[in-house]
């Protein structure tokens, strides 16, 4: 009699459970849901409009050069940042995995630091420090900056995949006769892959959403959307703005589903 | 099988290094290079240059603690850092609290609806910050769809104006930020052993006396790291005050950002900059400290 009452109180205690975890998966999304269903108001007022829908807001913000050109700038920016990372942070996870040392562990943790420090701190002291190299407001500054803060994004999760990795691999790789590129392009490469994929994807939306960084940098040349977004914020209250987020989510949404497709979440969410 | 064991080890032990082909360690050094022009020797000039010493040219160089005078002694800018700290520590605390129990029903009893749920809390990763904010200012207008809701449900008798205190500040911050604590608890709760839950159930625990004394407990590095993450995150976060609450919340990085778009006066931007580092550095330290014990056990 006891057993089955405990019993049945568990079951009221996971589905109060399972209640809450609706209420803050409705929480999570309500912002996000409005967001959509607003951008598609053929009215002027920022509201989910309850007769009819239109397009008209994705027709402006198509027509509105400031967005589309940043939009442009900032995928590029996102794109070279992140593939100048890879280029710095795969072969420091490689090099630095292995080594147990003191000073190896400050390097790592010297790498990984850009990560906590407020982008709006790393901002502020790179504009003084470009402006007196002569870099001055430009992509490559910005380009400069997001490439410093994307390192450890892909560091983290290339370091992660090469703990994995048995040193048996690499034997074997050499003991076929394979010399160091070839036993790097063709075994480790192929192992630790996951772990670029999932590094860059983090650094991509990272650099994407940036304003902290990026607005320091904002030039007539070269401004990132967040930036633009916020500038467009402060004089009009639209649902353009609305329209340009839900593109915005549609690109990162098409990039995480690629690579869950090619690599599967789990690399994404082990970290 | 055994044999062929054997004598792999002994030719490895004869030739090392042609057998080892491990990546060598200066692999490190153009990231080390680059992050340390690039990152490290721009925040030493900021510190410099929050002590007065510039190179800028046009000011005045001469060393100087005015800048941290003024953040420390004048009673508005003390203010802005203990407002920082508050905010950062209410919303790691509510995101614990929210967070926790979300964690527990994912890996405890979600089954199928895991997936989904996952899929629910990567979502707002997507998104831009500005898109949240946003969001909020379209459901708590005054006639947003919260608003006309209670009036229609009669529990209010005019539109409430939810947009201007505090506390839609605080929902933003945690909307953007429990996501990374119930990300950050999920694999320690994961790798609990439950035969220790088990153990104290069969001993004779309630199960209230078991998830206080056994399951949290267990989970406390996990609680931990999540913490430190909202924490400096918060720490460093403009954008939800800048847009949300109607200027109710002023933390240490929105007036940075002020400074920067009015007064343009860098020393003191400095300053209250590396005050933020100096947090930051105090909770990677607390951090490297709990990775050291980790290791240790």
Redesign the interface.
Known sequence: MSLLKASS??RL??AS??G??LL??T?????????VL?SFTPHNI???SFDGISLRWYERIWNYRPFMDSLVTSLVLALSATSLAI???V??A???V??TSRF?DA?T???L??I???????G???L???A?IGVGTSFLALL??H??TS?PYI?RTVAAACKGLS?SY??A???LGAN?WQ??SCV?LPLILPGIFAGALFSF?VS??N??LS??FGSAQAST??VV??SY?ENQFDPA??AI??V??II??AL?LIIEKAYG?RA???Q | MSTAQSTGSTVTAARPDSWRRTPPLWLYLPALAILLLFFGLPLYEGLLRSLGISNIPGVDSAFTWNHYNKLFFDPYYLGVIGETLKVSAINTLLCLLVGYPIAYFMVRHAGRWAAPLMFVLILPLLTSIIMRTFGWNVLFARRGIVNEALLWLGVIDTPLRMLDGPAIVYLGLMHVMAPFMVLSIIPVLRSVDRRLEESARILGAGAFRTFFLVTLPLSLEGIITGCLIVFMVTNGSFVTMLLLGNGSVVTLPLLIYQQFNQSQDMGLASAMGTLLLGVVLVCLYVQSGIGRKKENR
Not at chain 1, 116 to 122: E, S, T
């Open positions: 109180l568990s205690g996971t459970l399972a809450y975890a803050f998966v929480f999570l999304l309500a912002p996000i849901v409005i967001v607003t920022v509201a989910v280029l710095l942070a072969p420091a490689l090099g630095l292995r080594s190896a390097v943790s010297f790498l630091s850009p906590a420090v407020p982008p709006l701190v790393i502020l002291s790179s003084y420090f470009l007196s400069i900056t490439t410093v390192v560091l040193p690499g034997e790789a050499s003991v160091g036993a790097f480790t939306l994407l959403d304003l902290g607005f320091f959307l967040p977004m916020l914020l703005i609305a987020s839900c915005q989510m990162a949404m995480l979440l994404l969410i082990t």
